[in-house]
């Protein structure tokens, strides 16, 4: 499968308790992306990564979320303290430069706080 | 104002018939735009891109742009039961952040 992994599908959680995601982005994609979508919403951005840079981060991440990209290849996120708010999709998406932006998501990870 | 707004539906159409789906932005500089479909418990796909105004056709989909009305729309033709699914409009701001409508969900009855 040459498609962005991410890893665990489904995550449950108690309030409080840190949880981290990983994403493989597709191999010659060098833009990567974290967004998060809740029910009845569209994809909401948190942050992207051109290599290991982080280029650009959403104000609606707050300070308990932290994002890594190390060596320009798989990229973590971590939540820490979670709260019942944090509930939610999180999608991981890349894409290739210069292509205006086409993402392609992978299946997300589904976190359920508790 | 919300940055790319859709009407969230529920469109039904019956089998064979034109789908409408519409969305508007507010971002005047806002230079390409994309359609996602997403299907109940996945993630987006996307199905069609545009940057200039006009029309775009890719077998059944076209996509529309009038950028002085900041208006982007997707026809879909003899819809079919398998596009039953929520449809994303998004907007590109020229940086590398991708901006995201609330999506429509079109049935199509069979």
């Known amino acids: 499968d040459t498609g962005v992994s991410q890893d665990p599908r489904h995550k449950i959680t108690k309030r409080g308790q840190n949880v981290t995601f990983r994403c493989d982005p597709i191999s010659e994609h060098n833009r990567l992306y974290w967004y998060r979508q809740t029910l009845g919403q569209g994809p909401e951005f948190l942050t992207y990564?051109?290599?290991?840079?982080?280029?650009?981060k959403s104000r609606l991440l707050s300070d308990r979320f932290s994002a890594e990209r190390p060596k320009g290849s798989f990229s973590t996120l971590e939540i820490q303290r979670t709260e019942q708010g944090d509930s939610a999709m999180y999608l991981c998406?890349?894409?290739?430069?210069?292509?205006?932006?086409?993402?392609?998501f992978g299946s997300g990870t589904q976190l359920s706080v508790l | 104002q919300k940055e790319v707004e859709q009407n969230s539906g529920p469109l039904s159409v019956p089998e064979g018939a034109i789908a409408s789906l519409n969305c508007t932005y507010s971002?005047?500089?806002?230079?390409?735009f994309f359609w996602y479909r997403q299907y109940s418990g996945k993630s987006p796909e996307l199905i069609m891109f545009?940057?200039?105004?006009g029309d775009k056709e890719d077998g059944r989909f076209t996509a529309q742009l009038n950028k002085a009305s900041q208006y982007v729309s997707l026809l879909i033709r003899d819809s079919q039961p398998s596009d039953s699914a929520t449809y994303l409009c998004a907007v590109g701001t020229g940086g590398f952040k991708t901006i995201f409508g609330a999506g429509t969900r079109l049935f199509v009855k069979a």
């Open positions: 545009i940057y200039s105004n």
């Open positions: 990564f051109q290599n290991e840079a982080q280029l650009e």
């Open positions: 971002d005047r500089g806002s230079q390409s």
């Open positions: 998406a890349s894409s290739l430069p210069a292509t205006n932006e086409k993402l392609f």
